[in-house]
C-alpha cells in the first residue's frame, strides 16, 4: 500500500527537505498540503489541517512541519480522524502534550513518529556501535551558529515554547541521547535570554550520566563565521569526534566517514516502515533534557536581540 501524505506547514524545512525526501521515497505520495499562505502547485491546497480533513480528499497519513506551539491540536485533529502522523522536531511544546499524543496513538493504533532528523546523520549509528564497545571519559558538545543566517524573521522560534537556541540544540540532545550506551541528566544549567525575547540565545548545561560520566553542552547563536556542530567524546581507547551535525566521524584523530545528506530520506522510510509494521516511534527524550534546562537553568539577561 501507497501512504497518501499530507504535509501541514508548507515552510522553510517543508521545502528545504521534507518534499524531496516524499519524492524519493518508495510507499508514500504527497496527495495534498494545509497551509495558511502557501501553495502547491500540481496538488490540493487547503488552508489549514480541519479544511483538508473535512474536504473529501483521501489521506492516511499527516506530516507536521509547523512550529512547535500549535502543534498538539493539529497532531490531536488529524489521530482523531484516522490519521497516522509524523511529527517534526521538537515534538511539541509541553511533556504533557506529547505524552497525551502517544497515548492517544496507542489507544486508536495508528502510527505516530517523534522525529529526531539529527538521528540520522551519517555518523550517529557507527559512532552508537562504536561507544558500545569503549569506556567513555568525558562528552563534550558545542553547537553554535548564527540565529540570524539560519533562522531570519521567525517570530515564532523567540516566542515561549520555539525555544530559542534549544530548537538547534535539541538536536545535539537528539544525537548525544542515541549515542550514549547509558542515560544522563542535567544537574545545572546557565540560560542567556536577550532583555527583549521570551526564549535564550545560549546556554550552558551540565549533565551527569547514571555512572558519572561528565557531559557539557554549549549552545550559541551569536556564533558569525566557521558554524560549530560538534560532539567530542573521550573515551580510555581515543577520542570519538562527530562534527558537522553529525555527517562526519573522527575516530583517534582518523576521519572515518564522510557521507551525502540522507536524514530526511531516512526518516520518511523509517515512517513508512512503521505504517507498515503498525508501530510507533515516541521517543522524546531530548525534549525532556531541555524542559530541565528551563526548570533548571539560572537566567541571564543579555544584550536585546534584533533581527
Ligand atoms: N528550518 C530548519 O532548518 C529546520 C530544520 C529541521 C527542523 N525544523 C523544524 O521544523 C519546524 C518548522 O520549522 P520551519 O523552519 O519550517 O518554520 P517556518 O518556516 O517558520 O514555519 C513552517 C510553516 O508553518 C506555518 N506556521 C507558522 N506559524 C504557524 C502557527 N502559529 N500556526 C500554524 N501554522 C504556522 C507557516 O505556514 P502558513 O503560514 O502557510 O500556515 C510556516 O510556513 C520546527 O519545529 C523546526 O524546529 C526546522
Redesign the pocket.
Known sequence: MTIRLAIV??????R?QHLQAIEATDGIDLVAVA????TLEGVPSFNDIGELLSSGVAVDAVSL??????RFAQAKAALDAGKHVML???PGATIAEVRALEALSKESGLTLYKTW?SREASAVAPARKLLSERHIVSVTVEWKEDVRH?HPG?A?IWEPGGLGVF?PGINALSIVTKIMPESFHLTAADLFFPANRAAPIAANLSFESESGIPLKAEFDWRQTGPQTWDIRVETEEGPVVLTHGGSRLVVDGEERLVDEDREYRNLYRNFVSLVAEGRSDTDFSPLVHVADAFMLGRRHVVEAFED
Open positions: 506547514g508548507l515552510g522553510k524545512i517543508a528545504d497551509s495558511r499562505n502557501a512541519c509547523t512550529p512547535p506551539q500549535g517534526e522536531k521538537p532528523h539560519w521567525q515564532w530548537d
